[in-house]
């Protein structure tokens, strides 16, 4: 079989179509190194956890010392492609910089995912064990990778920050947009189909389900029709809220109150005050306050549950 014509036709399709990876020494970060990179970032958060062979103490701090080392290396390299790519002037220099500075918030870091790990550990009665939390759980994965990704994106570092949530989309199904700022002991139950978008920011003590989508209305566009970027698009949820399966919340000008339930396959649009329950009552959407047992859905404890009356 002659492949000439096919070749001529594809390397004039690469020329004229575009779609290609940029030649002459503007590559851009490998998907291999970029799902590297997030290998590398799970393993310096969660030490021990996915070795294939047993981890001694006093082994720590020299595999950690060879990991930051290594770890700090490709995500400079991978830095300089991507502000290479954006013009910056001096891209290698940046780079450098702020590789340093992401890696000092892995600490910290640290701290925060562990209040993700409680809070999937405390509002699921399946979970036996944190350890189990982190070896098995989506959440833990994408949650983590997505905090780091955030640390990139506020230092405006294009491309790499939406790679290495892209990674973590792929294996969960969940795709949390390194722009969206989330507070801590988050949750996400299941964690398929949840959609969370980048001007979204999500308080403390939340936990959402399945499917749960945080979007927008619709795209504000310039005078040549063209999405505007950087606008407030997404909504706000506030501390202690609970959202549960398949519901959709719309909107930058919406915000569910503190303390809020969002029923399963609810549609909201417009904000709702702290305390507030929203579901379906037949075909009718039903936003009211919420009575005093409602709030067990927030109880941590035995003692907590059982200090509702629940006979109906």
């Known amino acids: 079989m002659n492949l000439d014509a096919t070749l001529q036709a594809l390397l004039h399709s690469y020329e004229n179509e575009g779609g290609i990876n940029h030649f002459d020494g503007i590559n851009l970060p490998s998907?291999?190194?970029?799902?590297?990179?997030?290998?590398?970032?799970?393993?310096?958060?969660?030490?021990?956890?996915?070795?294939s062979t047993p981890l001694a103490r006093d082994d720590v701090p020299a595999l950690?010392?060879?990991?930051?080392?290594s770890f700090?290396?490709?995500?400079?390299?991978?830095?300089?492609?991507?502000?290479?790519?954006?013009?910056?002037?001096?891209?290698?220099a940046r780079a450098r910089e702020v590789a340093g500075l992401a890696l000092q918030k892995l600490?910290?870091?640290?701290?925060v995912v562990q209040t993700d790990v409680q809070a999937a550990y405390s509002g699921d009665p399946a979970a036996r064990s944190t350890e189990e939390i982190i070896l098995a759980y989506p959440c833990v994965l994408v949650i983590s990778l997505q905090r780091f990704a955030h640390e990139l994106y506020k230092l405006k570092v294009p491309l790499l920050p939406r790679m290495l949530t892209e990674y973590a989309h792929e294996r969960t199904g969940t795709d949390l947009h390194p722009g969206a700022v989330i507070g801590e002991y988050f949750f996400i139950d299941h964690c398929t189909g949840v959609v969370v978008g980048e001007t979204a920011r999500i308080g403390a003590h939340v936990k959402i389900y399945q499917g749960v989508t945080l979007g927008a209305k619709s795209f504000e566009v310039d005078n040549n029709g063209h999405p505007i970027k950087g606008v407030k698009r997404h909504p706000d949820i506030d501390d202690n809220v609970t959202i549960y399966a398949h519901a959709t919340i719309l909107g930058g000008d919406t915000r569910i109150g503190a303390h809020s339930i969002i029923g399963a396959n609810v549609w909201l649009l417009e904000s709702i005050p702290e305390n507030s329950i929203a579901y379906y009552k037949n075909e009718n959407l039903v936003v009211r306050s919420r009575h005093k047992k409602e709030a067990a859905v927030e109880s941590r404890t035995q003692n907590e549950l059982e200090a509702f009356n629940w006979s109906i």
């Open 72 to 92: 700090h290396e490709a995500l400079r390299i991978d830095l300089e492609k991507c502000l290479q790519f954006a013009g910056d002037s001096a891209p290698a």
């Open 31 to 51: 998907e291999v190194s970029v799902n590297q990179l997030a290998a590398e970032c799970m393993h310096l958060l969660f030490p021990g956890f996915f070795e």
């Open 64 to 69: 950690t010392r060879s990991r930051l080392v």
């Open 107 to 111: 600490p910290e870091l640290r701290r």
